[in-house]
């Protein structure tokens, strides 16, 4: 069996998908384990029938969420082990900002693929630790990178020739997030342009424009904290964006099965 467990596990990493590892910690059948790809189901292991229905319920939402969770089911705990793959930030336009939201995206565990068509602009020499620099208009670089629910899309760019190809390409993707820079006025402009191309507006309310968190921030650097900050805030699906400072309650969680209870 630990040897089952073992190879699925490896075998959801190494294919970079999203699943997870369920572990029965505490009373009866405690040292049950399964393996749950979030596609295809149960992979390796079992559950026990009792809370099978739960816990793969409860395991949907965490790895929605790409959070892991010890749960309580009656006298038994489930320790939920969320495997989740790389995320991916795709950013178009590599100014000065860009420069500083690659460096803070890295060090977030993101994997960075900054594009630009201007070679001067999208050098190694100004971005030279990010994954992947591509040298190309967007539409080349779409046909390039595949639009996955892990990818999250950064307009960096003021210049409508690096925006606006990159709307048609994304629309109906499963893609995480997409921000645009640019004043209210400007963003008032992208959305009336969409719903005239047939976006629904609830589509063009995905859209985060102006770009990031309401930090106060002038430097790239600051730009680029508030920036991965929505994006934090997108991936694990709550969160307020404001002071904890005068909060109550767990400050890491919410309700719901991320609490510890079922």
Not at 29 to 53: E, F, H, N, R, S
Not at 92 to 107: D, K, P, T
Not at 249 to 254: L, W
């Amino acid at each position: 069996m630990v040897s089952e467990i073992l190879a699925a596990t490896r075998k959801l990493l190494d294919a970079e998908r999203l699943g997870c590892v369920v572990t029965v910690v505490a009373g009866p059948g405690t040292g049950t384990k399964a393996v749950i790809d979030a596609d295809d189901g149960l992979m390796a292991g079992a559950l026990p029938d009792d809370l099978a229905g739960d816990v793969m319920a409860d395991a949907a939402a965490l790895m929605g969420r790409e959070q892991s969770r010890t749960l309580t089911y009656g006298d038994r705990r489930v320790f939920i082990e969320t495997l989740a793959p790389p995320p991916v930030l795709l950013v178009f336009g590599a100014g000065h900002a860009s420069q500083a939201l690659a460096v803070m995206a890295r060090l977030l565990g993101f994997r960075v693929i900054v594009a630009d068509a201007r070679a001067v602009w999208a050098s190694p020499e100004r971005f030279p630790d990010v994954d992947e620099l591509i040298v190309a208009w967007p539409g080349e670089v779409l046909e390039q990178v595949g639009l996955d629910r892990r990818t999250y899309v950064a307009l960096m760019s003021h210049d409508a020739r690096f925006e606006d190809p990159v709307f048609p390409a994304i629309h109906g993707t499963p893609i995480r997030y997409i921000g645009a820079m640019g004043s209210r006025r400007t963003h008032q402009a992208r959305r009336e342009r969409l719903a005239a191309a047939g976006w629904s507006e609830d589509e063009v309310d995905t859209i985060h424009g102006p770009i990031g968190l309401d930090l106060g921030a002038e430097t790239p650097e600051e730009m680029a904290v508030a920036i991965m900050g929505e994006i934090i805030q997108v991936r694990y699906g709550h969160g307020s964006g404001l002071s904890l400072r005068g909060t109550e309650g767990r400050i890491h969680t919410q309700r719901g099965p991320e609490d510890g209870t079922s």
